[in-house]
């Protein structure tokens, strides 16, 4: 019987949404209705749409930083204004519900209210009116939430990336992909064509009714915690791939990275919104559940060679597991 | 526009309960009905073009909303009595303000083209209910918008709306020749860019595409109402024997395979219910699967040994899985 110590555990832990339901991985077109919660071996996680952790400060203040220092991660085409609008009326209010002792959301027609105490901001904004709020719309929302946030329009039959304020990619690039469709962005990922993973993804989101929310999990590994992960910025991360195997803190700075994807059809401009929140849990702290352990060192040891090149993690995969499945 | 969703009405996925709050005569034979939420909450927004389904007696009808879709305190439909139709629309005009009755969410099936640079909106008769919703879409977020609307004498509804919404970007006809003429003119003058939305009886429709067509208007700036095509239907009851138990679960109209297993006490994985991740695939032993999920390939359906729960359901009487 694996057991797990809950003296070790991290709150991050607690909550963590560790993803795999098996010993090994594969892709498929993982979506479940959202939210609902799903116990773990250390907690349960997904009960909430929008998670708040104490990184909350931290990780807004960095993407304040990114967005001032690379425009090009935030992008809208003229088109989607009123989508980013719904993005507003639609997150704010899960928030003021999810977490009434520190926010709050009233309106009266289009005149909003919206106050946020983890912040210090209280503040009153017209709907359509950009001029009435701090920033500019887009910002505005990603400044509240720690999820990154895509937007796709649907036309012509398919669903198009036209929007989005991305400063947590893991190895992508939104400047590049913005105004892509759903099928393009998908272009680089090996097998999903083939199994037809995206074709049906998309038929899926297509018909999404106002409204409707899921979710799905997607994984990789970040050496340090990094949650700048973007293509741009590959330079200042790359190398500590290469690096990190021989270095014997590699349980520390070696995190599994997580991503809980929502997908939620708008009710008002019918975009499909697309939150991208990103978790991090160090090996270290995974050998806390006995259980993960085990299973995530599996999981390393049998994944297929493309989709471990793919991820950016075949130079130190093989050690990872090695760790984890060695004591 | 109203279309018949059901000649007997299974009941509403998630619906809500609403109160009419106001009914008003629009023409001789088209009424407007009011609902609200009793405990006087707002309703959820929806999409310019969307169409509730409303539960009057034992039939449901589809009913385009004719609101923006942004400020949703209530929601308001027109509908044109048909004495002899099966969608209920006699039973909806007998109804008066204080009634209960209970209302599908908002399904978007005919949404605005956001990169449209102007919206060129042609409507006849009662078509003009989903007209409605767009103009006010357009003008409250200052899109670029015209109406070309068709109507009877002393049969136009919504007329007072739509004049002092539109002023000059709405152009009336009151008969065949002069709406052909108008047509030929709008189709004509259009800038690149326009995208066309039409709504209103199944031959006004043809003639407007076609006329479209031969004007030289790709068919994907080419928008009309189609009701009904965004639910899947409820399809009808069957019943499905258990290959391992021999025991027989009843599944009724309105009920996924899925959800009869698990409310006889199986257990079967499954994720997302929609017919999309796979996880719900069970072996088929005998019978035939109307298949309604994403998840298999056409070869998988045709060979027919294997089913989505989620989703799909029964051809024929003799179904059995291997559970
Ligand atoms: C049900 C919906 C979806 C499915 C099944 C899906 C599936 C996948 C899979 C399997 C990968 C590879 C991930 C990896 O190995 O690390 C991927 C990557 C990606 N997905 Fe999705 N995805 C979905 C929705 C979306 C949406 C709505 C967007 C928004 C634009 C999106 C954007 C991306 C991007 C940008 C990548 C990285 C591609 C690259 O390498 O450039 N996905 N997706
Ligand atoms: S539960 Fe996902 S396909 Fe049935």
């Known amino acids: 019987m694996l057991s797990t110590q809950e003296s070790t555990l991290t709150p991050s832990a607690r909550r963590f949404p560790f993803p795999f339901r098996e010993d090994s991985y594969r892709y498929s077109t993982n979506v479940e209705p959202a939210p609902q919660f799903v116990p773990t071996d250390a907690g349960g996680w997904g009960d909430r749409l929008i998670e708040i952790d104490p990184h909350y400060g931290s990780e807004l203040e960095e993407r304040a930083a990114i967005l001032d220092r690379d425009p090009s991660r935030i992008a809208m085409l003229p088109h989607m204004g009123p989508a980013v609008w719904d993005t507003i009326t639609t997150l704010l209010p899960v928030l003021a519900t999810d977490y009434p002792d520190v926010m709050c959301f009233t309106r009266e027609g289009r005149r909003c209210h919206w106050r946020n105490d983890l912040l210090g901001l209280d503040i009153d904004f017209v709907i359509g009116d950009a001029s009435t709020l701090p920033m500019e719309p887009l910002r505005f929302i990603g400044s509240q939430i720690q999820d990154d946030i895509a937007l796709l329009d649907q036309r012509e039959d398919a669903l198009w990336l036209d929007a989005g304020v991305i400063t947590f990619a893991a190895d992508w690039s939104l400047g590049f992909d913005v105004g892509m469709r759903f099928l393009e962005v998908h272009g680089p990922v090996p097998r999903v064509h083939e199994e037809q993973i995206i074709t049906r993804a998309q038929q899926f989101l297509m018909r999404l009714q106002p409204g409707e929310k899921f979710r799905r999990t997607n994984w990789t590994m970040t050496v340090d915690r990094r949650l700048d992960t973007s293509t741009e910025t590959y330079p200042e991360w790359g190398p500590d791939r290469l690096e990190v195997v021989d270095d014997p803190d590699l349980a520390k700075r070696l995190h599994l990275r997580v991503e809980v994807q929502h997908l939620i059809r708008l009710p008002h401009s019918g975009a499909i919104l697309f939150l991208v929140r990103t978790h991090m849990i160090s090996l270290a702290e995974i050998s806390a559940v006995p259980a993960w352990r085990q299973r995530l060192g599996r999981v390393l040891a049998e994944l297929p060679e493309d989709m471990a090149d793919y991820k950016g993690i075949s130079r130190y995969r093989h050690a990872a597991a090695q760790w984890l499945l060695g004591g | ?323």
């Not at chain 2, 152009?171 to 709008?186: I, K, P, Q, Y």
């Open chain 2, 1 to 323: 526009m109203t279309a018949t969703a059901e000649a007997s009405a299974p009941a509403l996925h998630n619906a809500l309960e609403l109160v009419l709050a106001d009914v008003t005569d629009r023409t001789p034979s088209i009424r407007s009905f009011t609902f609200r939420d009793p405990a006087g909450n707002e309703l959820p927004p929806y999409v310019p073009g969307s169409h509730i389904i409303v539960h009057s007696g034992d039939k449901a009808n589809a009913y385009s909303l004719t609101g923006s879709g942004v400020l949703t305190a209530e929601y308001t439909i027109s509908v044109l009595r048909v004495d002899n139709g099966g969608g209920g629309s006699a039973a909806l005009h007998q109804l008066a303000p204080g009634a209960r009755l209970s209302v599908s969410r908002p399904r978007s099936a005919f949404a605005p083209v956001a990169t449209a640079r102007h919206h060129l909106l042609i409507a006849a008769g009662i078509g003009i209910t989903p007209m409605l919703s767009h103009m006010r879409a357009a003008t409250e977020w200052g899109h670029s918008a015209s109406l070309l609307y068709a109507y009877r004498q002393g049969e136009g509804a919504h007329l007072d709306d739509v004049r002092e919404l539109c002023g000059e970007r709405l152009l009336e006809c009151t008969d065949r020749s002069s709406f052909l003429a108008a047509l030929g003119v709008r189709l004509g003058e259009q800038p690149l860019g326009t995208h066309l939305y039409v709504c209103g009886p199944q031959g006004f429709m043809d003639t407007v595409l076609s006329a479209a067509a031969v004007a030289g208007w790709p068919p994907s700036r080419l928008h009309s109402e189609p009701f009904g095509t965004a639910d899947l239907d409820p399809g009808q009851p069957f019943s499905v024997t258990l290959g391992r138990s021999g025991a027989v679960v009843d599944v009724p109209s309105g009920t996924s395979l899925l959800k009869a297993l698990e409310d006889s006490g199986h257990k079967v994985p499954f994720m997302c219910r929609q017919g999309v991740c796979g996880e719900c695939i069970l072996p088929v032993l005998r019978g035939t699967p109307e298949h309604r999920d994403l998840y298999l390939s056409e070869a998988e359906k045709t060979a027919n040994n294997s089913i989505m729960c989620c989703v799909s359901r029964s051809r024929d009487a003799g179904l059995e899985i291997d559970l």
